[in-house]
């Protein structure tokens, strides 16, 4: 090839190169759809819907079936987190105000819509939503951190231990005890990481309440290939407890017995019975045995957190399908909406409208009936936040005497209930 022919053939390359990288015009700044954020934005929507409940007795309640949460509590949070989430004005374009921030990200936990959906109700971008709703998140649980602490004294187990003996009849339980597979979306380059047995992509969550369906520990983010056995004996918690770090109250004997009693959290068959963790007997026992009385006095106590984590999938509907976000994401919403749980159990203002009659289930002591709770009615067809599997495991010699003398007592003049023989 002779050097005019090179120089041609360079030019060509050179002109078809300049050609395909050349950058198209830009057609719009902002796309058509969310160009309208000056009319019709989160804030205004904020705004509407504190005027319905304000002007409108038919429609008042709007705010809080929006959010999860009542006005007064949402300017509550608004006002711990802003210093957290503001961001400046450029000189390209404004800020998203904070309001708006945390109303999807509350919106996002509520309903589980995917980030184009709330793209169209608030006028944000999906590729700013997927950035500020694991922000807002961090954020919620940093600000209410206060609301999930685990014990840390004597006297703060025995408050809880009080509660399960006068509420539930359950003597030294200082915690109810469940898990659940959080389901996700296939997570990127993960391979068989986080498939589990039951055979979809989940991180692991578990948690313990006390007597009054509050959270007072979890763990989230374990793999879902690992066992549930795995996940618990992997956990810090179970650490802390076995090396006597927790400090829990000494052991005592029951009401009207010699043995001194370990106070136990009460778990069911997906975790191994021990020292400090008591499940019910396993197999099927004759009416009226002592063995289905021990069992149904212990399910007393674990119903709390079972009713706990239906209450959670109830209100924050990101649980009802698998989370289509990365795993780490997944961990940070968990949290948050586990913070949220406990703040607006004990608010005054929203508690009422969170914690409606008729949420938990309820058991007539004369009949002994159960009425189960609403919350029941949206679990029907749930997969995507299932329970844990049991665990097979030989109980020491220990933890069985230990099950034997709950049993002796239960079954006791001065430790049985009188409606028992009707439930158990």
């Given at each position: 090839?002779?050097s005019?022919?090179?120089?041609?053939?360079?030019?060509?390359?050179?002109?078809?190169?300049?050609n395909?990288?050349?950058?198209?015009?830009?057609?719009?700044?902002?796309?058509?759809?969310?160009?309208?954020?000056?009319?019709?934005?989160?804030?205004?929507?904020l705004?509407?819907?504190?005027?319905?409940?304000?002007?409108?007795?038919?429609?008042?309640?709007?705010?809080?079936?929006?959010?999860?949460?009542?006005?007064?509590?949402?300017?509550?949070?608004?006002?711990?987190?802003?210093?957290i989430?503001?961001?400046?004005?450029?000189?390209?374009?404004?800020?998203?105000?904070?309001?708006?921030?945390?109303?999807?990200?509350?919106?996002?936990?509520?309903?589980?819509d995917?980030y184009?959906?709330?793209?169209?109700?608030?006028?944000?971008?999906?590729?700013?939503?997927?950035?500020?709703?694991?922000?807002?998140?961090?954020?919620?649980?940093?600000?209410?951190?206060?609301?999930?602490?685990?014990?840390?004294?004597?006297?703060?187990?025995?408050?809880?231990?009080?509660?399960?003996?006068?509420?539930?009849?359950?003597?030294?339980?200082?915690?109810?005890?469940?898990?659940?597979?959080?389901?996700?979306?296939?997570?990127?380059?993960?391979?068989?990481?986080y498939?589990?047995?039951?055979?979809?992509f989940s991180?692991?969550?578990?948690?313990?309440?006390?007597?009054?369906?509050?959270?007072i520990?979890?763990n989230?983010?374990?793999q879902?290939?690992?066992?549930d056995?795995?996940?618990?004996d992997?956990?810090?918690?179970?650490h802390?407890?076995?090396?006597?770090?927790?400090?829990?109250?000494?052991?005592?004997p029951?009401?009207?017995?010699s043995?001194?009693?370990?106070?136990?959290?009460?778990?069911?068959?997906a975790?191994?019975?021990?020292?400090?963790?008591?499940?019910?007997?396993?197999?099927?026992?004759?009416?009226?045995s002592?063995?289905?009385?021990c069992?149904?006095?212990?399910?007393?106590?674990r119903?709390?957190?079972?009713?706990?984590?239906?209450?959670l999938?109830?209100?924050?509907?990101?649980?009802r399908?698998?989370?289509?976000?990365?795993?780490?994401?997944?961990?940070?919403?968990?949290?948050?909406?586990?913070?949220?749980?406990?703040?607006?159990?004990?608010?005054?203002?929203?508690?009422?409208?969170?914690?409606?009659?008729?949420?938990?289930?309820?058991?007539?002591?004369?009949?002994?009936?159960?009425?189960?709770?609403?919350?029941r009615?949206?679990?029907?067809?749930?997969?995507?936040?299932?329970?844990?599997?049991?665990v097979?495991?030989?109980?020491?010699?220990?933890?069985h005497?230990?099950r034997?003398?709950?049993?002796?007592?239960?079954?006791?003049?001065?430790?049985?209930?009188p409606?028992?023989?009707?439930?158990?």
């Amino acid at each position: 090839m002779s050097s005019e022919e090179d120089v041609v053939c360079a030019l060509a390359l050179l002109y078809a190169y300049k050609n395909h990288t050349k950058a198209r015009k830009k057609k719009w700044w902002v796309r058509p759809s969310l160009q309208s954020r000056k009319v019709a934005n989160g804030s205004k929507l904020l705004n509407e819907l504190r005027e319905d409940d304000e002007l409108n007795f038919e429609l008042r309640g709007s705010f809080h079936n929006f959010l999860r949460m009542s006005s007064s509590d949402f300017e509550n949070i608004l006002c711990k987190i802003e210093p957290i989430i503001k961001k400046s004005d450029t000189f390209m374009r404004q800020a998203i105000p904070v309001q708006e921030r945390l109303a999807v990200t509350l919106r996002f936990l509520a309903t589980g819509d995917s980030y184009m959906s709330l793209s169209y109700l608030f006028k944000i971008s999906k590729q700013s939503i997927s950035e500020i709703i694991p922000e807002v998140c961090i954020a919620i649980i940093d600000v209410l951190k206060e609301f999930i602490k685990r014990p840390n004294t004597v006297e703060e187990w025995l408050d809880i231990a009080n509660g399960f003996e006068t509420r539930w009849n359950v003597p030294n339980c200082i915690g109810s005890w469940d898990g659940k597979h959080i389901a996700l979306q296939s997570p990127m380059s993960s391979g068989t990481e986080y498939y589990n047995y039951k055979g979809f992509f989940s991180i692991v969550l578990m948690a313990a309440s006390d007597s009054n369906y509050n959270v007072i520990w979890a763990n989230v983010g374990s793999q879902g290939r690992i066992s549930d056995g795995g996940v618990f004996d992997n956990m810090k918690f179970k650490h802390l407890m076995t090396s006597g770090q927790l400090k829990l109250p000494d052991s005592r004997p029951l009401r009207g017995r010699s043995t001194p009693i370990p106070y136990v959290f009460i778990a069911d068959d997906a975790f191994p019975i021990s020292h400090n963790i008591m499940k019910p007997y396993s197999g099927h026992h004759e009416k009226g045995s002592k063995e289905r009385i021990c069992n149904y006095r212990f399910s007393r106590g674990r119903r709390v957190v079972e009713n706990l984590f239906g209450i959670l999938a109830s209100v924050f509907r990101i649980f009802r399908k698998p989370m289509l976000v990365e795993p780490n994401k997944a961990e940070i919403i968990t949290l948050a909406c586990l913070h949220l749980h406990n703040y607006l159990r004990k608010s005054p203002s929203s508690q009422q409208s969170y914690w409606q009659p008729g949420t938990v289930d309820y058991e007539n002591v004369d009949t002994g009936e159960i009425t189960r709770g609403t919350w029941r009615n949206d679990q029907v067809g749930l997969n995507s936040f299932m329970g844990l599997d049991r665990v097979g495991r030989r109980q020491t010699i220990e933890a069985h005497k230990i099950r034997e003398e709950f049993k002796e007592y239960f079954n006791s003049i001065e430790g049985r209930v009188p409606w028992q023989d009707l439930c158990a």
